[in-house]
């Protein structure tokens, strides 16, 4: 995946679980759960998700790298 579909899948994924936050303003290196208020809950949703249309495995251990928009990109680009 490319830097743009990841973005696209994060924005599809994020819309399901808080369809009133917009990825739109964060920027690369705010943490997601801050900007776009999302509770614990609703970040294992976005993880889970983002794993599913990835078709990546994302263990626990790495979700703090996911914490960023920017890492986000990294970690699924790999």
Do not use: C, K, W
């Not at 696209?8 to 997601?32: F, K, M, Q, R, Y």
């Not at 626990?60 to 920017?70: M, S």
């Amino acid at each position: 995946m490319n830097a743009s579909e990841i973005r696209t899948l994060a924005a599809n994924v994020l819309a399901g679980i808080a369809p009133e936050a917009d990825l739109s303003t964060v920027g690369e290196t705010e943490d997601l759960r801050a900007a776009l208020d999302l509770d614990s809950m609703d970040f294992l949703n976005f993880i889970i998700g983002l794993g599913q249309g990835s078709g990546i495995s994302i263990p626990e251990a790495d979700y703090p790298r996911l914490f960023t928009l920017a890492g986000l990109v990294h970690y699924l680009a790999r």
